[in-house]
Every structure is written in C-alpha cells, then in structure tokens.
C-alpha cells in the first residue's frame, strides 16, 4: 500500500528554521517527482517547492514566495524527501504536505498534480512569535 507520512511540523519564532520530512512506503521514490504543498486557513492550496528526480537535469522548482528561504532534498535510498525551511515567516504558516506524481509539468510547473499523483497527511506548521 502506497503511503506518504510527513513530520517535522511544529511551532517555530519568526525567522526560525524547520526541517520537514516525507517517508514513503510501498513504493519506490526515485521513480516520482516530489512536490510540496502547503495550505493555511481559509487560503487556497499552494505549491512552494518542487524537486525532480536525480537523473533529471533541471532539480528544483520554487514557488517566489520561498524562493531564497526554502530548499527540497531526496534521499531515495531511505525513501525520504525533505523540506529545509529558513528565515520562516508568520505566513508561512499552515498545513505542510507531500505530494509525489509522474507527471513534471502538472506538479512542478503548473503546481496542479495530475490524477496519478498521491498526497500524505499533513504536518503542521506554526510561525509565531
């Protein structure tokens, strides 16, 4: 059974960092693409960081809003994805997900993944002072 869990939500001061992560299980990861998304109360789902696969040529997509602040990282041999989050801000505040799919354009241009992709729970993420 495919299964995604993220963690390393948590509630951090501005300018903080958080280190997210997203274990796959059920699946092999290097075969995907690796978006995360995230989504705040009362605001539409957004996508901020993308990361293709390693034997891609062109590796991480970024949404302007975390360009500079955040960083995506896979280590496929522990099946893991990561989010590196810096200098965090108070809006960069919601619920953080995971999102794999085979499709590069709909996840990591268009931010929109297609029918094929699978999404983890959520981990939640506090910026706050």
């Known amino acids: 059974q495919l299964q995604l869990v993220e963690s390393g939500g948590g509630l951090v001061q501005p300018g903080g960092s958080l280190r997210l992560s997203c274990a796959a299980s059920?699946?092999?990861?290097?075969?995907?693409?690796i978006g995360w998304f995230r989504q705040a109360p009362g605001k539409e789902r957004e996508g901020v960081v993308c990361?293709?696969?390693?034997?891609?040529?062109?590796?991480?997509f970024y949404s302007d809003s975390v360009k500079g602040r955040f960083t995506a990282s896979r280590d496929d041999a522990r099946n893991t994805a990561y989010l590196q989050m810096d200098n965090l801000k108070p809006e960069d505040s919601g619920v953080y997900y995971c999102?794999?799919?085979?499709?590069?354009?709909?996840?990591?241009?268009?931010?929109?993944?297609?029918?094929?992709?699978?999404w983890g729970q959520g981990t939640e993420v506090n910026v706050s002072s």
């Open positions: 999102v794999v799919d085979s499709l590069l354009y709909s996840l990591c241009v268009r931010w929109s993944p297609s029918s094929k992709s699978s």
């Open positions: 059920g699946f092999n990861l290097d075969y995907y693409y």
């Open positions: 990361i293709s696969r390693d034997r891609d040529p062109d590796r991480l």
